[in-house]
């Protein structure tokens, strides 16, 4: 009677265009041979896109660090892909019609500033040495946690520039008490020397008698304005 004989064949050298291989380093493989594949060579088109995409980096990266550094945790992860996606959809690649894609940007998109902050007038004008901000509310902030009855903006000024350069200025206004009339603010930055463009960054900060609260849902944080200087 014929028996049933189970045993493996070991493989060593070439099959197939295939290469088996016993190495004591790495033990038994199975490659192509060499030469099977060669690399793809980059394009023009490729090659085009890596330099504008490291170009759009170049111009957003320091902005978005001073993003996460000064409004972190509220920052959500959300705003480096976001940014991206803002800055791809330039025409041009100028320092100013790129940052000129980011106006309107909330830094959470689940408590956002257009949510607490819905009658607002923002006017930027650029002056020799100087921006002047107006901040006009016709109503005071709709915050929906109980209890809150007081807030302050805290007013951001980004100037970017060449190489990485980012200068920056901040205004926090006092405490309002919703009781009281709604503020009407005029703000003056000083503007650095050969400054090309602006970010206006503006923050409501709700709280309980003057007193900052926890709650994400009492704070938003919006790019209002975009501007040449």
């Keep these: 009677m014929a028996k049933n004989i189970h045993a493996t064949i070991e493989l060593q050298g070439t099959l197939g265009g295939l290469v088996f291989v016993h190495s004591t380093k790495y033990d038994k493989h199975v490659r192509a041979a060499r030469g099977t594949f060669k690399k793809a060579p980059c394009n023009k088109v490729l090659r085009k896109n890596a330099s504008v995409t490291a170009l759009l980096n170049a111009a957003v990266s320091p902005v ?10 509220f920052m959500t992860g959300q705003v480096w892909p976001e940014l991206l996606r803002c800055v791809r959809r330039s025409e041009k690649t100028d320092l100013l019609s790129l940052m000129m894609t980011i106006e309107g940007l909330e830094l959470n998109e689940r408590y956002t500033f257009a949510k607490l902050v819905t009658n607002v ?18 109503t005071h902030p709709v915050f929906k946690s109980a209890g809150v009855n007081s807030y302050y903006y805290d007013i951001v000024i980004l100037f970017p520039g060449e190489k990485g350069r980012l200068v920056t200025d901040s205004i926090s206004t006092e405490w309002v008490s ?52």
């Design 64 to 73: 978005y660090h001073f993003f996460k550094s000064y409004y972190s945790p």
């Design 178 to 229: 919703v009781h009281d009339e709604v503020p009407f603010y005029e703000l003056v930055f000083k503007k650095p020397a050969k400054s090309s463009c602006y970010l206006l960054l503006v923050k409501v900060q709700g709280g309980y008698n003057g007193k900052e609260g926890n709650s994400f849902g009492m704070k938003g944080v919006q790019v209002v304005k975009v501007g040449k200087c």
């Design 121 to 138: 007038d923002v006017t930027v004008t650029s002056h020799m040495q100087k921006i002047s901000v107006d901040i006009g509310a016709k």
